[in-house]
């Protein structure tokens, strides 16, 4: 799933539930269920990257602190940065853990967690992998307007 659907869905979390011992380990397993629904390939921790799929994921992780950091601002709420981080650590660790030419840097998370995160992605080519992750960002930044 896209790193900013991840991120926006951490953010949503974080506001609806203000405490931080409890919203952001639920951001982080979030990330987890969340890669279970049918998505298009977004992080791509299956197949081999390439520079493409690179420039995909560059972007995506722009939009995503983009994203992140205009509702933070919007809403004078710092927790939902870390809530997005949270959320959307597991696709920063699939980077560096799957990346060939990031390779100097090693993922500081442990690769069991890195290997669960390759094996719970549902990934789909149907039009509905797309649709689900902009209703999962609708709904996300709607709970984020509104309680954080
Ligand atoms: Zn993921």
Redesign the pocket.
Known sequence: ?LTTT?AIAGAAIASVIPNPAISLPLAFGG?FVL?KIPHLPG?D?KKKLVKRVYLVVLIDVFVALAGTLFLARTTSNNLIVWGALAGSI??ID?IFYHGKFVDIFKTPLPKPLSRL?GGVQNETDSIWGIVIQLAIIALSVYLVLNYA
């Open positions: 799933m991840h990330h890669d992080d921790t597991m696709d699939a995160h």
